[in-house]
């Protein structure tokens, strides 16, 4: 009986003994496996990388827009652009093919916000030269922007457009718009030249254009009305005010007045968006741009 208990528990042993072993060349060869596949990626040569493309790479171009001029306000979402969107918006329009030109105000901000505790900060910036951080330099007085060397207008959000390109942040319904910011956007609006607007700028078109206030009224969107997802709805209501119709559309969802050759797109009016999907919002409200390009 002990020899038999003896050659039980070998056998059991050498079972073990082989079942980890096992184990260990199966983690061995999937190491290699994966060891192997990492240097085929690292060892492609250039031309693989032009015959395998990503999504991206399968945007159109666009048909109609070839020139876009952008308006920023600083750089940071509380005293000046929304940077994601402002990015997102050069993105979109040169995977399309567009080439983007940037312009601001010549002047200081309204203030200055710590971006780290959201408290004020005691000096000056200007917010020409802020908006350079955002385009690499290339920005120009928002003076010198001359309407008809460009097919379209964007406006990107972030609270600059509220503080910095109008007084929206202090005065509510009683707000003014920058004297420059408004020429430029009457005359693109003037010569049928298609306005894109994101975030909290919409309520810059709203107060230039809505009817209570000299305009027509125009459709556009800041958003949806729910508590949760945009803090800043109470702009909605502004925006009505001043005799516009307002449409309750998602972060995905563009506003498309097509009379007046307007584009709105909700962008972080939807405060728990992701960066991805203000990306995706963003690219839709470029489509809608070029196609309203064609309209006369």
């Known amino acids: 009986a002990s020899d038999v208990y003896k050659r039980q528990v070998s056998t059991q042993s050498t079972w073990e003994i082989n079942k980890k072993n096992n ?6 060869f999937s190491f290699l496996a994966k060891r192997q596949q990492l240097w085929s990626i690292y060892t492609r040569p250039s031309s693989y990388f032009s015959t ?10 666009t048909d109609n827009l070839k020139s876009a001029a952008i308006i920023l306000a600083g750089s940071g979402v509380y005293d000046g652009s929304e940077i994601t969107e402002a990015v997102s918006l050069a993105i ?9 030109s940037y312009f601001a105000p010549d002047k200081n901000q309204m203030h200055v916000i710590n971006h780290l505790t959201g408290e004020q900060l005691e000096e000056t910036r200007n917010v020409l030269v802020e908006s350079a951080r955002i385009a690499r330099g290339e920005v120009k007085d928002i003076g010198t922007l001359d309407v008809s060397k460009f097919d379209a207008l964007f406006v990107p959000g972030g609270f600059g457009a509220a503080k910095n390109l109008s007084t929206f942040a202090t005065q509510g319904n ?7 910011v408004e020429r430029v956007i009457r005359e693109f609006h003037e010569n049928r030249k298609p306005i894109g607007a994101m975030c909290i700028s919409g309520v810059i078109i709203a107060r230039l254009f809505g009817s209570n206030v000299g305009g027509t009224g125009v459709c556009l969107t800041l958003g ?17 005010g001043f005799g516009n119709k307002l449409e309750l559309n998602n972060v995905l969802t563009p506003s ?13 009016m939807e405060h728990t968006a992701t960066p991805g999907e203000v990306f995706r919002g963003i690219g839709h409200l470029v489509e809608e741009v070029d196609k309203l390009c064609s309209l006369p």
Do not use: C, W
């Open 23 to 28: 184990t260990m060349l199966q983690r061995t």
């Open 256 to 268: 498309i007045d097509r009379k007046h050759l307007i584009a709105t797109a909700p962008a972080y």
């Open 92 to 100: 979109q329009l040169t995977l399309r093919g567009v080439t983007p």
């Open 224 to 240: 949806e009305k729910d508590e949760e997802k945009n803090p800043f709805r109470d702009a909605i209501g502004v925006a009505e």
């Open 52 to 61: 395998h493309q990503s999504p991206l790479d399968n945007i159109p171009k």
């Open 174 to 180: 009683k707000m003014e718009v920058d004297d420059q």
